[in-house]
Structure formats: C-alpha cells, structure tokens
C-alpha cells in the first residue's frame, strides 16, 4: 500500500470550510484514496473514496491533483460534530484498511 | 437505526479469563471485521470473514479467535486475557472487499 502523509493537527473555525491534504507521493494507478474519521469514543466512519476523479457527497468534497501525489477532503461548513481523527487512506481495495497517524481536526466556535 | 451493533460498550475482566465479544449487523454484508485499538493509536485490523470463510492477519496472537455462526453475528474470543490486551475492539461489516466498511462504535476491554 501506498504510504500517506498527513498533517498531525489542524484547527478550523465553525461554519468554514475546512481543507484537510494528505500526501500518497507512490500511489499506483490502481490504488483508490479514501477518507475515514473517527470521532471521540465512537468507532470510524467512512466518508469517501476516489481514484482519480474528484468526488463530491453529502459529507465532503475530494479533490484529487492530475498526477494522483496528492489530495484534499474538504468539508464544506465545518461545524462542531466534525471534530475528530481524520485518516487517508490509499489501498487497492476497501478490505484491510491500514490506518496511519491521520490529523487531528478541532473546529472551535 | 444501528447497523453495526457492539455489546457491550464496556466489558471487564480478569487477567487469564477468557471473554467474548459479540457484534450484530443488519445490513446483511457478507464481510466481518475486527480490529483492536490501543489508546492514542490507529485501528489494526486482527481478521476478517467473508461470508464462512476465516482470514486471519498474520501478526495476530493467537489468543484471539473468532466465529461467525450466521451472517449477523460475529464473536471475538481472548482465550487468555493479558494486560496488553486492553483496548477497543471494534467490528466492522462491508458489502464485499471492494466497498466502504461500516464500524460498530466498539467494546472497551478493560483486564483486571
């Protein structure tokens, strides 16, 4: 799998949107991004996914550079629940999904 | 409407006294995990099943077994609890290898 880098922590103000980057410098062609996060006491969520288009749902946005190095998870007005660890992924497929470190994102009123 | 279902939250036990943990899902997804959380680190998966069939990670005790007697159910056995078996377990269920997994909230396992 391809090792990702991500921020340790980040902070972001109610209501902004917030930018989380997540670097995959040897993705492979078929390794998909995804975007997990785990929120205090609570297990991981799911948010999306991306091979190399940009993708967008209810939760986030992700954006996803042409040379597939590195990407972006926006959520759009962050508000207080979006606090939590936010871990990129890069796997072929969704089964053994390896966690790294993720970021730390605080939103603050 | 919880999908994937841990009971209990919380479990304590002693050290060396084998404990069960339970997951329940009603999403019918053909594929279980669990993992193991220790404090302040990134979720590890231990197994997996997809629909009878046992794929244990290489690097997982063997203290820790599971079983899967039907497609809702998933139970995580600890043979013989020791203190670094203390941490969050939490179970996970997706609809084949290829879609996202859906997490319990997990089970807190204290040791004694």
């Known amino acids: 799998d391809a090792k990702t880098t991500q921020p340790t922590s980040m902070d972001c103000a109610e209501g902004r949107a917030a930018n989380l980057p997540c670097n995959h410098s040897?993705?492979?062609?078929?390794?998909?991004v995804y975007w997990y996060r785990q929120i205090h006491s609570q297990g991981p969520q799911y948010i999306i996914h991306g091979l190399k288009n940009n993708e967008t749902n209810e939760m986030a946005s992700l954006i996803i550079t042409e040379d597939r190095k590195s990407s972006t998870l926006i959520l759009p007005h962050a508000t207080l629940r979006d606090t939590a660890v936010y871990y990129c992924?890069?796997?072929?497929?969704?089964?053994?999904?390896?966690f790294g470190a993720g970021t730390t994102v605080t939103v603050r009123a | 409407d919880a999908m994937v279902i841990q009971n209990p939250r919380y479990q304590v036990t002693q050290f060396g006294k084998p404990v069960t943990l339970s997951c329940s899902q009603t999403l019918n997804h053909n594929v279980m995990y669990w993992y193991q959380q220790k404090s302040s680190q990134a979720p590890k998966l231990l197994f997996h099943y997809y629909d009878k069939d046992f794929n244990n990670e290489a690097d997982t005790p063997d203290n820790f077994q599971s079983r899967r007697p039907n497609t809702s159910f998933c139970f995580l056995d600890i043979r013989s609890p020791g203190l670094g078996d203390a941490a969050m377990y939490l179970c996970a269920t997706s609809r084949g290898t290829d879609q996202p997994q859906h997490f319990g909230d997990g089970t807190r396992l204290s040791i004694l």
């Open positions: 992924i890069v796997r072929v497929s969704n089964y053994k999904l390896s």
């Open positions: 040897t993705i492979s062609g078929n390794e998909y």
